[in-house]
């Protein structure tokens, strides 16, 4: 905590009445982070110009490459993202559902919109894998 402390300068006492511990820190961190790349996705997904493909795409870009670089650029990245860790895993299983279902939402819409034709491929939007 000291460390973190120095970082934001702010003393260890100011940062307790905000945390409990750096577990809770880490915590909101990562969600923090989850938030702000699936609302990125989101938008991605939503934009009235272009197509499902290049929606899709930019969702992927806006959710994954900043978690990527993080992941590349932290010793702890790692577990920013791990759906495994023992502090942040329902976070980031949850954050992973919540993106799959958007996904899902935008590839319903654009059937629904005949933008892609799933049943070229014999495949429903509704079909469970």
């Known amino acids: 905590m000291t460390d973190i402390a120095k970082q934001v300068n702010m003393s260890r006492t100011s ?19 989850h938030q702000e790349t699936l609302t990125q996705a989101a938008t991605a ?6 197509t499902i493909t290049q ?5 992927f870009e806006s959710r994954m ?4 670089a993080l992941v590349a650029d932290s010793i702890h990245g790692n577990e920013l993202t ?9 976070i980031n299983r949850d954050a992973i559902a919540d993106f799959t ?29």
């Open 45 to 50: 997904l939503n934009q009235q110009q272009g």
């Open 82 to 90: 791990d759906i495994n860790s023992r502090v942040a895993a329902k």
């Open 101 to 129: 279902q958007m996904l899902a939402q935008a590839i319903e819409t654009a059937v629904s919109q005949s933008e892609i034709q799933l049943s070229r491929f014999e495949l429903s939007p509704f079909e469970n894998s």
């Open 15 to 33: 940062i307790y009445q905000h945390f409990e511990n750096k577990e809770a820190i880490f915590c909101t961190i990562v969600e923090q982070l």
């Open 55 to 59: 929606h899709i795409l930019e969702a």
């Open 65 to 68: 490459i900043v978690l990527f």
